[in-house]
């Protein structure tokens, strides 16, 4: 007999006559478990992460880059200033636009990408199932169109990634839709349905990456402090343990984030308060 | 039965254990599960279509509520062995797999772009041509 008193831990049936706020703890709750047990979800979090600062990196560079190409080299900022300002000419400026948009429309691309890897990968962690490298890879590229036609939308707006990681690319996970509006409107009824638990869980989270990133900083100020009177070996020791401290916070934000919007996604898509906890007698 | 044949519309907007639930009643009702035949557990469900075991859990129990599936303690579930879970329904429980049954088939019409009225129609047209056979 599946009692709902056993059914799954952690989510008794009681879950459709909760408070909002009770089901918002018990989410937070298991995002938090889910990105601290499963190491390869961390893992592929941490390179997504790294693979995005290596396209900033890349970005950063072509900026200087360019000018180098068209015969006049910027060695400063107000070089580089001086030199883009020229572009603002109508002519030349359609020149520029469309490069700076196709390196826009990839930087969306490569991010919505890596963000379909690691939130289809979360999903399954939710549904019980270990993470796995290779297939949220491949779970990606097979929603390759209707990355390139959503990056296509919303290159243009420069805050649309909250949007792609907010609502649509968890919903993209599991729709092979290529029509980006069908996409949204679809991501916006799935967000109706939860629009309390979602804006009571981004209150919490931010509280939550409040006291991390405070955690962060703080750790950061000490470091600085004690390796300005370290001999430079112990400073450089110490610099890099902080930036390695400071990483492994960052991805484990992105992580936790992305947990708990992929568990209200399942709420909605679902009907059911998801858990990563499970009961085996029931499951056989 | 296997869980290839549970086929679920991630995009219908219809919550998934909801569908679960007509899938399964459909089968159920028409006779395509025969009774004792035992249904896929929720562990093959859950990794088979990529779904939340809470999720299988709450469709299984609205069925066995419902009076047509039964859980054998450490054997799985099995689709209800007394005929009355078919036969004799309720007035309410009958109103309800008809309406499962009707939610259904429109989303699937809708997915092939037929609208609810072209069904209604449809249907209309079946029934006055059984009636007209039977006759």
């Known amino acids: ?284 | 039965m296997n869980v290839s044949e549970l086929t679920l519309n991630f995009s219908s907007g219809v919550p998934i254990y909801k569908q679960i639930v007509q899938l399964l009643s459909g089968k159920i009702i028409s006779g395509a599960l025969a009774p004792g035949e035992k249904i896929p557990s929720i562990r093959d469900v859950t990794a088979e279509l990529n779904v939340n075991p809470n999720t299988v859990a709450k469709a299984y129990r609205e069925l066995e509520l419902a009076g047509l599936i039964e859980t054998r303690r450490g054997m799985g579930c099995f689709v209800a062995e007394r005929d009355d879970a078919r036969h004799e329904l309720s007035d309410e429980e009958k109103q309800h797999h008809l309406d499962t049954l009707f939610a259904s088939l429109v989303t699937s019409a809708g997915m092939l772009g037929i609208t609810e009225q072209d069904v209604s129609d449809y249907l209309t047209a079946k029934h006055a041509a059984s009636t007209k056979n039977n006759k």
């Open chain 1, 1 to 284: 007999m599946i009692t709902s008193d056993t059914m799954i831990a952690g989510a008794p049936a009681s879950v459709k006559s909760d408070s909002s706020i009770a089901s918002v703890r018990r989410m937070l709750k298991n995002s938090l478990l889910i990105s601290i047990r499963d190491s390869v979800l961390l893992k592929l979090a941490t390179v997504d992460l790294l693979l995005v600062v290596f396209y900033i990196g890349i970005f950063l560079c072509g900026l200087f880059v360019f000018p180098a190409l068209m015969g006049q080299p910027c060695h400063t900022e107000e070089e580089l200033n001086a030199f883009y300002n020229q572009y603002r000419e109508p002519v030349k400026l359609a020149v520029l636009l469309p490069i700076a948009l196709t390196i826009q429309f990839l930087g969306t691309l490569f991010t919505n990408f890596l963000l379909l890897t690691v939130d289809s990968e979360i999903i399954r962690v939710w549904n019980g199932q270990k993470a796995d490298f290779k297939r949220g890879w491949r779970t990606a590229a097979s929603h390759f169109w209707s990355l390139v036609t959503w990056s296509l939308l919303v290159t243009p707006i420069n805050i649309a990634w909250i949007a792609s990681m907010c609502i649509v690319i968890p919903v993209l996970t599991r729709d092979r839709t290529v029509n980006p509006f069908k996409m949204l409107w679809r991501s916006v009824l799935l967000l109706l349905k939860i629009w309390k638990e979602f804006l009571l869980g981004i209150i919490g989270m931010l509280v939550i990456l409040y006291w991390v990133f405070c955690l962060v900083f703080g750790s950061g100020a000490i470091f600085t402090a004690i390796s300005s009177q370290c001999p430079p070996l112990v400073a450089w020791f110490l610099l890099s343990a902080a930036i390695s401290f400071s990483m492994v916070a960052l991805c484990f934000c992105y992580l936790f984030c992305n947990c708990y919007l992929c568990g209200q996604y399942i709420k909605a898509s679902e009907g059911v308060e998801p858990s990563p906890e499970s009961n085996p007698a029931e499951l056989a």
